[in-house]
């Protein structure tokens, strides 16, 4: 993925913001599977098909995260509340800046399309 919009999506504010709020995936006791992807790439990659309004399906292979992946994510993170916590956490931190902003508009898009996923 380009840096240009990885960074125009998921500035490194947010990114401080976010990282401690994501839940903990347990190491497969098993082994084998995927090597784990980037959980930056993999938020940058939500966060575009939130704000982008584009289908799952579609999201661009320039993110390196299938959309399968992308959406399984979104899932377990809007399960586990991050998207209320990323709200709080944005307005404690940023207060009203244009950040602040966006991170309302990510949180915002987040609600509309996990009622739309059923």
Known sequence: ???????RLVPDTLWDLTAPLLPRFPIRPQGGG?????????FTAVVYVLTSGCSWR????TFGVSSATAHRRFTVW????LWQA????????????????W???I????HLRR????
Not at 1 to 7: I, T
Not at 58 to 61: I, M, Q, R
Not at 115 to 118: E, I, M, P, S, V
């Open 1 to 7: 993925m380009r840096a240009e919009l990885s960074c």
């Open 34 to 42: 995927t090597s784990p992807l980037s959980e930056r790439a993999v």
């Open 58 to 61: 579609l999201l661009p292979d």
């Open 78 to 81: 809007s399960n586990s509340g």
């Open 86 to 101: 990323l709200d709080r956490a944005a307005a404690e931190q940023l207060g009203r800046g244009s950040e602040a902003g």
């Open 103 to 105: 991170v309302a508009a």
């Open 107 to 110: 949180v915002d898009a987040a």
């Open 115 to 118: 009622r739309a996923d059923g």
